[in-house]
């Protein structure tokens, strides 16, 4: 996502592990500057791999993650109870049930997931017995016969996400906009469990351009990568359209090269996986762990030897490596003064900062949370939201955390901070029932019951059942002089758990 949204450098791990984002801008910030609502669509977790962190830190209008999909939705699950999520037309129809409260004009971005191990997906064994059928009738795949029967689920994995991107285009070819839209779409690397052909394949990922305002159809056999998309974006709507020029920009390219001939002009390091920088292509040549491999113009490869190119490659690649480790661990990549949107995290002293390294030394973030609780419950309410704090400088969209946060700023009075965290938590994961929960003994707390009715109608509309909150509803009702309405969902309640003590005795009140 950095690259392919921002043609950022790699950082020594991934771009999207460096614990404190350096400034930079991005495709998302630009377009947010310049009037667009931008959106994230996944059907996973929006935490997996800190993407929540890039995208918040960019300033995006609307997240859509596993925690907003209601039981209109099925999620993808492993024989080993495994799920990355909801599978891609899932993702497809949630975007499309959405689009129609976005303002114009959009950036939307959806990320798809499955194809990824364990390839898991709806009527499986169909699309299984579909990639037999074209194997039977397609002389073109005689070849490659043996590896797609190895791999049959893989294959009938890529049918089944080719028949969600059909239901998707089908379906906004009926929209308005679609006229005037461009869709692009590519992967992030190669399909991990089939193998290689050589050291090159491993970054080969579809690349495609579409839009009805497409002349005429065009293959363009240049070498291009991730990072030349947002340079040829947003050059493209500085040309053509009334969109505010950008002064300075950071691009690791120089954008997308359309030349229909095989050639390369850019000089491209390739990060196979976290921490291993050891590829890189120059002109027409791979550079990859010390040897050195002419690229044809079919993207295969041969081992040549050239010794003066391999240390000229070699010694880029180690410039490389020493500008990226510079840029992105000083923050040299872009000056904040410049900057079109930052939202920093939440900065500690380095007294919290040793709190912090003291009470969450060997614990993951469940456990950090456990601590905070106890924290929380032993009157300890500031190391409580410290610890808090520090799971949400990560975990944006812990629910848990960020309600127990607002928990301890309603026990210390702190209503309006307290509110604002449980809106937040209800914004991020709408059918998590513990914020309602916190916000109605916040409204009854601070005496603001008339803000309890449209939290109770929110929870409905979002299908929370449960008990405890039409319970808390009745009170605030009571103490609002709405008796009947507070008889009727005591009514209610009673014939859910007739013999209730608490629900009888409060009903007798009420009489």
Known sequence: ?????????????????????????????????????????????????????????NGIDNLIDE????????????????????????????????????????????????????????????????????LN???????????IEK?????????????????????????????????IITGDHRLIPITQKDKLCRFHVPFFIYSPMLKKPETFKSI???????????????????FNNLEETAWMSQGLDTTRHFTNRNSIPLMRYKGSINDFIYKEHLYSDGELFKINKDLGTYKVTEEALLKTMRDSLMAFKKMNAYITQRNKIFPDSLNIYIKPSIAFSSEELAIINTLTKGLNFD?????????????????????????????PNHADARTLKGRVLAWDGDYLYAEAEFLNVIKRSPYYQDSYLALLDLYWWSEQEE??????????????QSLELSYKMAKAYNRMDSIRKSITLMDSLLQVQPNNVEYLTFKETLE
């Not at 209601?70 to 999620?75: I, L, W």
């Not at 990824?116 to 037999?132: G, I, L, N, S, T």
């Not at 009738?137 to 590896?147: A, G, H, P, T």
């Not at 040829?232 to 053509?240: V, Y």
């Open 1 to 57: 996502m950095p690259s392919l949204f921002a043609s950022l450098p790699y950082g020594e791990k991934g771009f999207l592990e460096l614990k404190d984002i350096p400034s930079h801008i991005s495709l998302i910030s630009v377009l947010k500057a310049n009037g667009y609502t931008t959106s994230f669509y996944s059907g996973g977790r929006a935490s997996f791999d800190r993407r929540i962190n890039f995208l918040e830190y």
């Open 67 to 134: 925690a907003k999909y209601d039981s209109n939705y099925t999620k993808t699950v492993s024989n080993s109870n495994f799920s990355w999520g909801y599978p891609d037309k899932q993702i497809f129809k949630k975007t499309l049930s959405v689009l129609e409260n976005r303002k114009q004009p959009r950036l939307d971005i959806i990320v798809t997931l499955s194809n990824h191990e364990p390839f898991e997906y709806p009527k499986r064994e169909m699309y299984m017995q579909r990639v037999d059928s074209m």
């Open 137 to 147: 009738s397609s002389r073109k795949l005689v070849s490659f016969k043996d590896k």
């Open 151 to 183: 791999h049959k689920d893989i294959f009938g994995c890529l049918l089944y996400t080719d028949d969600a991107i059909k239901y998707f285009m089908t379906a906004y070819a009926k929209r308005p906009d679609y006229e005037n839209t461009i869709f």
């Open 224 to 242: 291009s990568s991730h990072w030349d998309v947002t340079p040829t974006l947003l050059s493209f709507l500085m040309r053509n359209y009334k």
């Open 367 to 395: 456990q950090v949370f456990n601590v905070a609780r106890d924290k929380a419950f032993n009157k300890k309410h500031k190391t409580a939201i410290l610890l808090c704090s520090y799971i949400l400088n990560e975990l």
């Open 451 to 464: 803000k309890s009715l449209q939290i109770f109608e929110r929870a409905g509309e979002n299908e929370i």
